[in-house]
């Protein structure tokens, strides 16, 4: 299938969105060194708010200044630059016209041990102003305060569609009463990309799903119909389906810090598993610049050869 072809197929499972949405959809789709091919790489950090200075920025201690990610971002090839009102502001304005940004609209620090629940610490007015070109919003299905995430996220995706702004959805299963082994595993991570996908995301954002089924009823159902789950080929083709049948488009986290071999490792069964592309905030910033440049451009290429 030829690039554009691909791209317009894809536009085509929006076809209830206005044409500004479908717009800055493709707007993030013909970006950069992936530009026609229908997946993405994009450059996320937002780490500086949700864990603090030091543990994001220490490691390469250029890229405490927020210029640095812009250009890293452009310099490497991405799709798309996310990060919260701050970071964004500080640059928008001096690389204007020159990346597609998300305005990450919803945040939490580390400084309280509380049930997972971010605030909302920008608006879509915002992201219009900066002339982004979609919204990006967590939310932390397993939470007790997960309600209200979904209530917050419906109103805000109603007004950014209603202005041309499709929304990313960071889709994080955590909560009190969800195990550590619960929040990457295979029938939870499917289970939070639908749910995201049922609140109206147009890109769905989710860890690499490990080879555990957690709830007890969904262990009887992937028994039964032996979903296969042991590569993680297998796994992400399984969310790739639970996300409308392919028809929404899902990216997959870098997840912790790890050596190159493996991040690229599990690239390589991401795209084998017909994942639209990849998110990498930690892998790629707390590197030195060239060799981040670097691994940004390998897994571009593995996409662009899937």
Request: net charge neutral.
């Amino acid at each position: 299938m030829a690039k554009s072809e691909r791209v317009r197929q894809i536009l085509s499972w929006y076809s209830s969105d206005n044409p500004g949405t479908v717009s800055n959809l493709a707007r993030l789709m013909n970006h950069g060194t992936l530009a026609g091919t229908g997946k993405m790489v994009i450059l996320p950090v937002d780490q500086g708010f949700e864990h603090g200075p030091a543990r994001s920025f220490a490691p390469n201690p250029a890229a405490y200044d927020p210029d640095y990610h812009f250009q890293l971002a452009i310099e490497s090839g991405c799709n798309a630059y996310a990060a919260p009102l701050g970071f964004l502001e500080a640059g928008a304005a001096k690389f204007a016209g020159q990346i597609p940004l998300i305005l990450k609209l919803n945040n939490s620090d580390s400084l309280a041990k509380l049930e997972p629940c971010s605030a909302v610490t920008g608006s879509v007015r915002d992201a219009l102003r900066l002339g982004c070109a979609a919204v990006g919003f967590t939310i932390y299905p397993g939470s007790s305060s997960r309600n209200t995430m979904y209530e917050e996220i419906r109103a805000i995706i109603e007004e950014a569609k209603s202005v041309g702004l499709p929304t990313v959805m960071w889709s994080y299963p955590r909560g009190a009463n969800l195990a550590k082994e619960g929040e990457q595993a295979i029938d939870v991570t499917a289970y939070s990309a639908q749910i995201a996908c049922q609140l109206g995301a147009h890109i769905v954002k989710v860890k690499p799903p490990k080879d555990v089924v957690y709830q007890d009823e969904a262990k009887k159902v992937f028994e039964k119909y032996a979903i296969p789950t042991k590569t993680l080929t297998e796994r992400v083709r399984h969310v790739v389906q639970s996300c409308f049948a392919g028809k929404r488009i899902v990216i997959f986290s870098g997840g912790e810090a790890k050596d190159t071999p493996t991040l690229l490792g599990e690239i390589k069964e991401i795209a084998a598993g017909g994942g639209f592309g990849s998110i990498m905030g930690r892998n790629a910033f707390q590197r030195p610049h060239d060799e981040a440049v670097k691994l940004l451009g390998d897994a571009m290429a593995i996409f662009k050869a899937a």
